[in-house]
């Protein structure tokens, strides 16, 4: 595609529920980025995919956190048990490889737990 | 000591004006340095990259990179009230490892 697709857009959902975001990197992009930025804070990595290779689980803040990338294209964040600390918009990244000229961001998901 | 440190802000300068701004980095091995900007409540989009010491240009902004003194601004020249925004550093560190990101320096410019 043109950018970098994420769905859904909004989504609010009760505490302990779990919720999948997905992200659709620009075509042929092999590195994918997730990262959530929090009210008035930074961008907090999560997790990156390169090619085939293993990603880096790195940044996952807990075990309810995980990633798959299906076919080295569209990526899938799962938050289970949801908290309300999980609130933020999770934004997803791609660039042509991992020495990167800079990421493209999508416009992200903004995740609300009640 | 965080990794990427930007002033928070808000810097203001007014329209014309150059604006000025800053962020020190931790890891004295990275290599690559970058701008983002980011409008309240849009994802960040990339202004411009620097990879060696010096001064790079484009446009009406101009990145600087000092690496001895792990050091890299981004100037905004005849600033522009469109500009107010927040501005993210960001840093690749060596190997095989994705952006690390400042907190942001939000940006006003005044008409």
């Known amino acids: 595609g043109a950018g970098v697709s994420q769905s859904p857009s909004n989504k609010v959902t009760e505490k302990g529920k779990d919720v999948e975001l997905r992200c659709d990197p620009i075509?042929?992009?092999?590195?994918l980025y997730w990262y959530r930025q929090s009210l008035g804070q930074g961008l907090e990595f999560l997790i990156y995919f390169q090619g085939n290779s293993a990603p880096d689980k790195s940044g996952l803040p807990s075990d309810r956190f995980s990633a798959e990338r299906t076919g080295g294209s569209v990526s899938t964040l799962t938050i289970q048990r949801t908290q309300q600390e999980d609130s933020a918009v999770y934004l997803c990244?791609?660039?042509?490889?991992?020495?990167?000229?800079?990421?493209?961001f999508g416009s992200g998901t903004r995740l609300t737990v009640v | 000591q965080k990794e990427v440190e930007q002033n928070s802000g808000p810097l203001s300068v007014p329209e014309g004006a150059i604006a000025s701004l800053n962020c020190t980095y931790s890891d004295r091995g990275s290599q690559s340095f970058f701008w983002y900007r980011q409008y309240s409540g849009k994802s960040p989009e990339l202004i411009m990259f620097i990879y060696s010491n010096g001064d790079k240009e484009d446009g009406r902004f101009t990145a600087q990179l000092n690496k001895a003194s792990q050091y890299v601004s981004l100037l905004i020249r005849d600033s522009q009230p469109s500009d107010s925004a927040t501005y993210l550093c960001?840093?690749?560190?060596?190997?095989?490892?994705?952006?690390?990101f400042g907190k942001g320096t939000r940006l006003s410019v005044i008409a």
């Open positions: 075509s042929g992009h092999t590195a």
């Open positions: 990244a791609s660039s042509l490889g991992a020495v990167s000229f800079g990421y493209t």
């Open positions: 960001a840093v690749k560190r060596r190997g095989n490892t994705p952006l690390v």
